[in-house]
């Protein structure tokens, strides 16, 4: 690795847009570049391929590709799939007690809290285990006879943690109460069969998947009701109004197809690099692992470093030229500790020393090598200037209390 | 012109995405493609591209850049603006009027009626004349202590009345009430100067300009009150949450960039252009202008044939190689007269009639020519198949009584 070396590890924030997209998506904007609602030759091209796309993306969720509804993004799929569906129960008059956890990514935790304090509902944020994981039993527990919506997410975007998606969805089908996930970070990444997660609703993003930013979608199975959380010229019949970003969606089908190609492969090609990094990082003294060892994304690795921040980590890695995060990139420039490190029970003190890198397919062996080697480098510097870590000696690890050990595994120290 | 001739007469719906833009927009799918938020050197450069496009924008509108929030486009703009701050107005106990016009675009009209219906507040929709235009002193007699909000639009995307935005805009400040334009029509071609205008808020979208689709913006004046209506990270300060969509904004401001740099030079040619096809069009018997003959959109010309459906008219120009238009884009699957035409007055049937055409950057005299050849040919054509038209010779104008023209200007019969 040279001075120039450039190493993205923050795929979990976004993805480059593949070659084979972009060169998908070249032909819709100069070319076939019309309005999908128009009715002359040009507007039906779009529509054709809009309906293409619709399809591709349908296949990649085993579902008709009448219940695929495109959207601007992971963001607003979130938002229209509770907004939508429990505005409607409202105004019927239904029930009015929705689920989550307390580490769903913001865009589902902040569209709640919204729907808490502003227009009457309650809400049960469930907890998670030390590793990250909500138990199906914890969800049963909190379904009243006023529940009319459980938002759980697939796989956490900060600590990989995969939930047990298929299984909350038997209870919730079996309790007739509707159930979305937040797919955004597997999608393309795991297996996301709408009839194995048994899930009503389920929203994906474009760019984690190698796709362009700005489109996203939204699952919603036949049947289920859910209202327009916008308002225009009815487009996706009826549910989401604007003009179809139409090379969007076709880069972001393309992307899909890409991914789905070669799903298991790359994911356990990712799965080997992780594992070297984990074993590799946690050789630092006084270094634990975030989420659990096993069940998380093959991609991502979350690491916590006693006496350091995250943050300084983060930049000293970026002066080395390797990408990487404290957490959600949306959270980035936030002072407050992640809530999903506070709510696997990290103290702030350590939820702030938090270093996610997660790798994509640009990730070689030897990129997972040198970003070891740059990690031990930088954290050492660190600790060297950390006001925190006055009179503790790595070397024989003191300062390092067993009883600070749960919140990770595999501390190595 | 030969037999593979395609005119595009459609650019109200959207336009081909300009070569240069697609050009400024490529480093940033697959080069610079950071998420803006990160805090590592991607996500930097990723930010400084944000900073320099919103710079850009902000310039075309004579605003500061902080005045300038990404959307997802026209549609999530407009819903923004109006469902932003009269919400925020209703928490503070503020009051509960909304002044309108009854042609505006459907995201508009639609966020309204939402808020009328189910949201408690009152509206008036205010009328226009029989050429599109409300009058200023309808919009001061609208107005009730309980006013919170004026939405009107720059022009029309339909007729392409232009309405006098700059003097709604003194009145609205006059009496201390928030004003909304969409200027979706407008921004990239008309001036669009916030202060000349004396906006509070401006609507634009960045594939009406031939820049890419799913990217737009509202301009927000510094103090003006508005919450955000989506919820997420917190992204563009809070007020709209969802990654950036880097590439689609790089495009809008240079789309923008070059928009501005010839601004009045095309808007010249392009009405010297609509100027030739309106007279040449109106020559047809029995023909129209929807919309005034002056004071329009300088490439929108929209006109009704008498006896017969516009959408026969769309269809088979477009077998001909010319794409139009009846009227909006989002409406054109919709059985039900334009609620524009509607308004100026026009009975069912001659609403039915309605076809626009939108000259761009494209349009030759040649198009032009060979599009009112076109015209002439096919209004005869479906004329003749016309059940509606029995017994009427047109030759000699019968049926073509005279208390019809009123909606029009210049017809030739």
């Not at 796709?211 to 916008?230: A, C, D, H, Q, Y």
């Not at 946690?282 to 690795?301: D, Q």
């Not at 006055?390 to 501390?411: I, L, N, P, R, Y």
């Amino acid at each position: 690795m040279n001075a120039d070396t450039r190493i993205y590890l923050d795929h979990a924030a976004t993805t480059p847009v593949d070659k084979r997209v972009l060169k998908a998506m070249l032909p819709f904007f100069t070319k076939t570049f019309g309005n999908s609602a128009s009715m002359h030759s040009f507007g039906l091209e779009a529509e054709k391929a809009l309906d293409e796309a619709r399809e591709k993306l349908a296949q990649a969720l085993s579902c008709t590709k009448e219940e695929v509804f495109f959207t601007s993004g992971g963001t607003e799929s979130d938002n229209l799939a509770i907004l939508g569906t429990v505005r409607r129960f409202k105004r019927e008059g239904k029930g009015k007690h929705i689920i989550t956890t307390q580490i769903e990514h913001h865009a589902v935790l902040h569209a709640i809290q919204h729907l808490e304090r502003k227009e009457g509902f309650s809400v049960t944020y469930l907890p998670v285990s030390k590793d990250g994981f909500v138990s199906v039993s914890s969800v049963e527990n909190a379904i009243t006879p006023e529940t009319i919506l459980i938002s759980i997410m697939h796989a956490n975007n900060e600590i990989g943690s995969i939930q047990p998606i298929k299984q909350i969805g038997e209870l919730a089908r079996r309790k007739s109460i509707l159930f979305h996930t937040d797919a955004v970070q597997t999608f393309g990444k795991l297996s996301t069969n709408v009839n194995d997660l048994n899930v009503d609703l389920l929203s994906a993003s474009s760019h984690k998947l190698y796709g362009p930013k700005g489109v996203g979608l939204l699952f919603v199975r036949k049947g289920t009701p859910i209202e327009s959380i916008n308002f225009g010229g009815g487009h996706e019949r009826g549910l989401r109004s604007g003009t179809e970003n139409i090379s969007g969606i076709v880069g972001f089908a393309e992307a899909s197809r890409l991914a789905q190609e070669n799903l298991e492969k790359e994911a356990e090609r990712e799965k080997r690099l992780r594992d070297k990094l984990i074993h590799g990082v946690l050789k630092v003294e006084g270094s634990w692992l975030n989420g659990s060892r096993e069940n998380r994304l093959p991609n991502n690795a979350n690491f916590g470093f006693d006496f350091i921040e995250g943050e300084g980590i983060v930049l000293y890695l970026s002066d080395r030229g390797i990408a990487a995060s404290t957490g959600s990139a949306c959270s980035s420039h936030d002072l407050k500790p992640s809530h999903v490190l506070t709510a696997i029970g990290l103290p702030p003190e350590k939820a702030h020393s938090s270093l996610r890198l997660t790798l994509g397919r640009s990730t070689k062996p030897k990129h997972v090598s040198y970003t070891i080697e740059k990690i031990i480098e930088v954290v050492a510097k660190l600790r060297e200037l950390s006001p925190l870590k006055k009179g503790v000696e790595f070397k024989t690890s003191a300062g390092w209390k067993e009883d600070e050990h749960e919140h990770g595994v595999e501390c190595k120290h």
